[in-house]
């Protein structure tokens, strides 16, 4: 009996330990609901809700490998003039682009921002799967949302959207 454990034991280590299993997109594939978002001060280690403690948003991974995300603050309002529309864009994030996965991370490629300066550019995410929820941090960075506040990253938790 213990040779022909001995292989599947072998063959179950191999498909394993084989990077294109670890790195496997459907993982993320599908819709996921923002829970929530907050921001870390590296200078201080201080968190902050920058978009309000009810953000909404939805994360999407298609399998064709496209990845599209849509986050904006809590109790947005439309604004009637100039200065008003341009104040609803800190509290946007949009973006979308081709996307890969090298282990613990997910990189996309984006082609189209809220945010001119992204576009072209490979925004890294670090993440966790823990059942349903995907959480999620970025590396720390200036935000262009809001550079006054120097270098942070954004911690978010989503939920498998059913």
Excluded at 5 to 29: E, G, N, T
Excluded at 50 to 62: H, L
Excluded at 85 to 106: H, K
């Amino acid at each position: 009996m213990l040779s022909f454990v001995r292989p599947i034991l072998l063959l179950v280590a191999l498909v394993a330990a084989h990077k294109s299993f670890a790195d496997d997109p459907a993982r993320l594939q599908g819709a996921w609901k923002l829970l929530s978002y907050t921001v870390e001060y590296q200078a201080t280690g201080g968190k902050e809700a920058v978009m309000g403690e009810k953000p909404i948003g939805y994360a999407i991974f298609t399998p064709e490998g496209r990845a599209m995300f849509v986050i904006t603050g809590e109790g947005r309002k439309p604004e009637t003039d100039d200065k008003g529309r341009a104040a609803l864009l800190n509290t946007l994030i949009a973006y979308t682009g081709r996307y890969r996965i090298e282990g613990d991370r997910w990189i996309t490629k984006v082609e189209v921002a809220w945010n001119p300066e992204w576009v072209g550019s490979d925004q890294e995410r670090f993440f966790r799967l823990d059942g349903n929820r995907l959480e999620v941090a970025t590396p720390w960075r200036i935000m262009p949302n809001w550079p006054e506040k120097g270098m942070t990253r954004s911690v978010l938790t989503f939920e498998r959207s059913k």
